[in-house]
């Protein structure tokens, strides 16, 4: 595809987020019934044992996780910032960073409270669901910076953000097929926050399968590069990462709640060659 091409798909991209609204969209996915801990078929335990068994199984260290494309949300950092003493977090908008910064203040107004997911993760681990607040502290604890990222820029980050020898591990969440015109610049985008990873560091990816579109607020509709997993595993592939583990879950009929068309989620662990 022709540069300019390119540029008018990502730009098109770009200003469909310039109304998101981070309250609505936690509400359509961080809140009861996709966000139902009481299920046993609820995505979200599901979700938090992938991650919590990817950054405890003992391959996964360092110093420093970066989390790309945090959006309003922090259940994708819980479990590894038991693992790193460095975490930072990034978003495209201004108005996500400011939902972070404001539960890193823990002053109140937060648009959700992470309280069930903290209680959720503490069990995990092991402990007491008491513990939450610990947990919520050491989150605080390492959380360095909350950023500005691109993963259309083939520096997707600030230079001089990252030490030279880059991240140990990345986690990225719903991200890249939700801000991607097309499979292409999903699979560019790959590339480029690739780059932000050491050698040998690992990238924890979460996204969605099969989804067209989301609302990101009321009337807000985002569209998405529809991924079935041979295409997540390509695209890694191609992006120089080794797959380590794909997992994938399907969406129970009752939690097509109108706010996207996803069918599934996937969760990979790979490793960057
Ligand atoms: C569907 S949300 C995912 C949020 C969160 N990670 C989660 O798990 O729910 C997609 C996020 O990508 C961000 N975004 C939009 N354009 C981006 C870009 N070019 N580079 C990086 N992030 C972008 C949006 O601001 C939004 O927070
Ligand atoms: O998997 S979810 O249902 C979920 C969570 C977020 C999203 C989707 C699905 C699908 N559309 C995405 C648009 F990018 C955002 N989930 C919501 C409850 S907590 C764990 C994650």
């Not at 953000?161 to 999903?186: M, Q, R, W, Y």
């Amino acid at each position: 595809m022709e540069e300019k091409a390119k540029e008018n798909g990502i730009a098109a991209m770009a200003a469909c987020y310039q109304k998101f609204d981070p309250a609505a969209y936690l509400q359509y996915n961080y809140t009861p019934p996709r966000a139902d801990f009481a299920r046993k078929d609820s995505i979200v335990p599901w979700k938090l044992a992938c991650l919590h068994r990817a950054f405890t199984e003992g391959d996964v260290s360092g110093e420093l996780l970066v989390d790309i494309g945090s959006g309003p949300t922090l259940y994708q950092v819980m479990s590894g910032c038991e693992v790193f003493n460095k975490l930072i977090l990034t978003d495209f908008l201004e108005v996500n960073r400011q939902e972070l910064r404001c539960w890193l203040q823990n002053e109140g107004g937060c648009s959700l409270d992470w309280t069930p997911y903290l209680e959720h993760v503490c069990k995990l681990e092991g402990k007491r669901p008491s513990a939450w607040k610990e947990k919520a502290g050491r989150l605080r604890h390492v959380i360095s910076d909350i950023l500005p990222v691109d993963v259309h820029c083939s520096q997707p980050l600030a230079p001089e953000t990252l030490p030279l020898a880059g991240a140990d591990c990345l986690v990225s969440c719903f991200c890249l097929e939700s801000v991607s015109p097309d499979l292409p610049a999903f699979t560019r985008a790959l590339g480029h926050i690739g780059k932000l990873l050491r050698p040998g560091g690992h990238l924890l990816l979460i996204g969605a399968l099969g989804e067209s579109y989301y609302f990101g607020g009321p009337g807000v509709r985002i569209p998405v590069v529809p991924l079935n997993e041979a295409q997540v595993c390509d695209s890694l592939k191609e992006s120089g990462y080794t797959l380590i583990r794909l997992e994938v879950y399907t969406l129970p009929q009752d939690m097509q709640v109108g706010v996207d068309d996803v069918t599934g989620v996937f969760f990979a662990k790979a490793k960057k060659e």
